[in-house]
Structure formats: structure tokens, C-alpha cells
């Protein structure tokens, strides 16, 4: 419990170090820019004036600077979001029309089923009847053979008969 807790102290420790030595470098150019907009020279080279008049200029055009960067961020956003809708449509339309030939495949496949299904029911029937004309032409092939070993039986011992 102690090794963990001094391993997250730890660990948050170099975090918030390697953090903060990331953002010097931000926090030095912010202070720079911060510097710059409150320089009275920029004041009245932008303003033309150096009197508080002339801060009410330069911080409205600062904002309205400000205001064209996050218009054209939303501009931007907003051509983004409307090349993904229209991807995204487009890929609507593309899944429609897989997914209607896929429906019209497997139509086709459920009537091919249906006509495999047919014909074997055919091949089936085909089959018992064959089967039955099989066991007719055997029952009568048994009776001529009976009927022929009869009268074979019958000749030999009459043939015999007259021998002796």
C-alpha cells in the first residue's frame, strides 16, 4: 500500500514536471503577445491615438480580430462537417444499394431453392415409383422362373421316365 501510494506520488510528480516544462514555452509567447497588446506604441500604431479613447479602439480591434478567427474556425468546421455529411449520404446511398442487391440475390436464391427443392421432391416420387416397378417385374420374374422350373422339372422326369 505504502509502494503504491509512493509510486503515484511519484508519478504525479513527474507528470506535473514534464507538464509544466511543456507549457514555459506557451506561457513565455503568451506573455509576449500580452505585452505587445498592451504596448502603447502598437496602441497607436493601430489606433492612432494613445488616450484611453484610443485602448477602447485598439482592445475592440483586437476582439473583432479575435471574432474573424473564430468565425472562419467555425467556417471551417462547419465545410468539414459538410464534406463528412456528405460522405456519410453517399455512403448511405452506396449501403441502400448493396443492401437491395443482396435482398434481390437472395430472392433469386430462396426461388432456386425452391425449384431444387421441387425437382428433388420429382426425383423422389420418380424414385418410389421405379422402386415399385422394380418389385412388380421381380414378382413376375419369380413366378416365370417358378413356372419354368416346373416345367423344367416336369420335362426331366418325363425324359427320364422314358429312359428307363
Do not use: W
Amino acid at each position: 500500500m505504502i509502494f503504491a501510494l509512493s509510486g503515484f506520488l511519484a508519478g504525479s510528480l513527474c507528470s506535473f514536471a514534464i507538464v509544466h516544462q511543456m507549457l514555459s514555452g506557451l506561457r513565455d509567447l503568451a506573455k509576449k503577445s500580452e505585452k505587445i497588446a498592451n504596448d502603447p506604441v502598437a496602441r497607436y500604431i493601430y489606433t492612432g491615438r494613445n488616450d484611453e479613447i484610443g485602448q477602447l479602439e485598439y482592445v475592440q480591434i483586437f476582439q473583432a480580430a479575435k471574432l474573424r478567427t473564430a468565425i472562419g474556425r467555425v467556417k471551417e468546421s462547419s465545410e468539414v462537417l459538410e464534406h463528412a455529411s456528405e460522405e456519410i449520404a453517399s455512403g448511405n446511398v452506396d449501403l441502400s444499394s448493396r443492401t437491395e442487391n443482396q435482398a434481390s440475390s437472395l430472392e433469386e436464391t430462396a426461388s432456386s431453392m425452391e425449384e431444387i427443392t421441387s425437382t428433388v421432391q420429382q426425383n423422389a416420387e420418380n424414385a418410389k415409383q421405379a422402386n415399385v416397378l422394380v418389385m412388380e417385374a421381380r414378382k413376375q420374374a419369380e413366378k416365370s422362373g417358378k413356372k419354368r422350373y416346373g416345367s423344367f422339372q416336369y420335362h426331366k422326369s418325363h425324359v427320364t421316365n422314358q429312359r428307363e
